[in-house]
């Protein structure tokens, strides 16, 4: 996956905004205000996810290209290497997964105004 596609699909999902909080190099996806996914825009040689965290602890020994993440949350945030073998699809599902699990934390005021009815439920990537 490369920055244009990772950028493309964050901003796909509903409510999303890109955000540049941190400085001109790190690339910031939101929604309803609260941060989902993040990048260097630069490198692009990692992305930071939102996990749950048990599943966060499995994907780090699963797979070599994740790891705690990078100046975040370690129990929460994962860093995953975009110059790994990893599938696009995957990194899709995980960003996915990422979107609602912090969309699932919104007061229920921001989730009417964003509406994400064609969004599959959290847990489909268990």
Not at 57 to 74: A, C, I, N, S, T
């Amino acid at each position: 996956m490369n920055i244009e596609d990772f950028r493309e699909y964050c901003l796909s999902k509903a409510g999303v905004t890109e955000e540049l909080p941190f400085g001109d190099n790190t690339l910031v996806f939101k929604v309803g205000g609260k941060i989902f996914a993040l990048t260097d825009i630069n490198e692009f040689a990692s992305i930071n996810l939102k996990c749950d965290p048990l599943k966060a602890v499995e994907l780090r020994e699963q797979f070599d290209e994740v790891k705690p993440g990078y100046h975040m949350d370690k129990k929460h945030w994962n860093t995953i290497s975009t110059k790994g073998s990893l599938p696009d699809l995957v990194l899709k599902e995980w960003i996915d997964q990422s979107y609602l699990l912090v969309y699932a934390k919104l007061t229920r005021a921001l989730k009417l105004n964003i509406n994400i009815q064609d969004e599959p439920p959290i847990g489909f990537l268990s």
